[in-house]
T-cell receptor, first 111, second 112 residues
Framework: GQNIDQPTEMTATEGAIVQINCTYQ??????LFWYQQHAGEAPTFLSYNVLDGLEEKGRFSSFLSRSKGYSYLLLKELQMKDSASYLC????????????FGTGTRLLVSP | EAQVTQNPRYLITVTGKKLTVTCSQNMNHEYMSWYRQDPGLGLRQIYY???????DKGDVPEGYKVSRKEKRNFPLILESPSPNQTSLYFCASLGLAGHEQYFGPGTRLTVT
């Protein structure tokens, strides 16, 4: 089974950089996803890591260390619209696209 | 436009009254899934389907049924809803070649 931990809430200032951590314990790992979810809306895909290292996509980057069971999502040049929940999800190695989600980190960006 | 649609978006019903939440995708995706989202518990998978007529239980299947008679549709059926099924429900789909799951807009269900 999976156990995924991420902070419940974080706050940051517009223009700053924030790092949201995710740790996981798994019996079979086949990739890690980050999703963004605004209140009352559907999650939207941000990134996918299956190999160790950093994946950069514009203002957002995601890092993975499989040996440490650790990932982070880095958001640069924060904007007010980045206020949302960020969901870490691990893909199990037992079935096709079986995703297990963490409870999410609510990020509040203030002016 | 590639999308996943769900209906209804909002539903208030009473205990025991059978209901169906529809889900449809226009991307010819093989894989479809249903999740429920509750405060403090995150997204939990209810059922998933790897193709037509192939369905399997997720982590919280009790009280739910699904069917996959056509590739584009994956309805969620609550035969006898109970108040503990009050939740926000999301349908999602994925193609074999991709990693990104597309989520529907969500259905907020209240069972009284």
């Amino acid at each position: 089974g999976q156990n995924i931990d991420q902070p419940t809430e974080m706050t940051a200032t517009e223009g700053a950089i924030v790092q949201i951590n995710c740790t996981y314990q798994t019996s079979g790992f086949n990739g890690l996803f980050w999703y963004q979810q605004h209140a009352g809306e559907a999650p939207t895909f941000l990134s996918y890591n299956v190999l160790d290292g950093l994946e950069e996509k514009g203002r957002f980057s995601s890092f993975l260390s499989r040996s440490k069971g650790y990932s982070y999502l880095l958001l640069k040049e924060l904007q007010m619209k980045d206020s949302a929940s960020y969901l870490c999800a691990v893909k199990e190695n037992t079935g096709f696209q079986k995703l297990v989600f963490g409870t999410g980190t609510r990020l509040l960006v203030s002016p | 436009e590639a999308q996943v649609t769900q209906n209804p978006r909002y539903l208030i019903t009473v205990t025991g009254k059978k209901l169906t939440v529809t889900c449809s995708q226009n991307m010819n995706h093989e894989y479809m899934s249903w999740y429920r989202q509750d405060p403090g518990l995150g997204l939990r998978q209810i059922y998933y389907s790897m193709n037509v007529e192939v369905t399997d239980k997720g982590d919280v299947p009790e009280g739910y049924k699904v069917s996959r008679k056509e590739k584009r549709n994956f309805p969620l059926i609550l035969e006898s809803p109970s108040p503990n099924q009050t939740s926000l429900y999301f349908c999602a789909s994925l193609g074999l070649a991709g990693h990104e799951q597309y989520f529907g807009p969500g259905t907020r269900l209240t069972v009284t």
